[in-house]
Each structure stands twice: as C-alpha cells, then as structure tokens.
C-alpha cells in the first residue's frame, strides 16, 4: 500500500505563487506515475498537471505556462510549483501516484487533498 501526504496549500492573491509537495509512503518502488488533480466546488475532478517516471510530463491547458511538476530527487516526492495563480485556480488539489502498465494504470493512490484559495 502506498501513502500520500500533501502539504503547501493556503490562501494567496491573485497573481501569487504556492508550491505543493507529496510524500508518498510504503510500496513506492512499483510508482512509475504522479500528479496532481484538482476539484473545486461543483466541478469534476480535473488532471492539472502529470509526470511519468521516464520524465514525461503533461499539463491542462488552463495551467500551461504557469504550473509546474517535478519530481524530488527521492522518488517519493512529487510538487507543484503553481504561478501567477487566478481566482479560478481555487479548488481542493489531490496528490496522485500509479502503478501502470502500458500506459494503463493498474494501482491508483490518492491524498487527502490540500486547499488552495485565490483571492482577487
């Protein structure tokens, strides 16, 4: 089993920066994805932005430019960098880690989630 602990949420003004950090516990070898989601109010949960153990990584489109992933030099630690943060930036954001295979994720982990607030 694997553990996810995020850390780093807050409030900020608009055009701020915060920066996210997980750390993942237990089975973590057999990790090869993380990233990190995000749900505001009424809304489905959203993929912002994803890194693959190989150092592939994807961003939504709302959040290119602006965000970034990377991985600690431990491997089980993931962050977020996110600037020049928007009002509809604000949701609950989720840690994520998986075990895939060809692509297909065959384990899902999940945090308990950490609030970010944008004020305008």
């Known amino acids: 089993q694997v553990q996810l602990v995020e850390s780093g949420g807050g409030l900020v003004q608009a055009g701020g920066s915060l920066r996210l950090s997980c750390i993942a516990s237990g089975s973590i070898f057999s990790i090869n994805a993380k990233g990190w989601y995000r749900q505001a109010p009424g809304k489905q949960r959203e993929l912002v932005a994803g890194i693959t153990s190989d150092g592939s990584t994807n961003y939504a489109d709302s959040v290119k430019g602006r965000f970034t992933i990377s991985s600690g030099n431990t491997k089980n630690t993931v962050y977020l960098q996110m600037n020049s943060l928007k009002p509809e930036d604000t949701a609950v954001y989720y840690c994520?880690?998986?075990?895939?295979?060809?692509?297909?994720?065959?384990?899902?982990?999940w945090g308990q989630g950490t609030q970010v607030t944008v004020s305008s």
């Open positions: 994520n880690a998986q075990w895939r295979i060809n692509s297909r994720p065959i384990r899902n982990y």
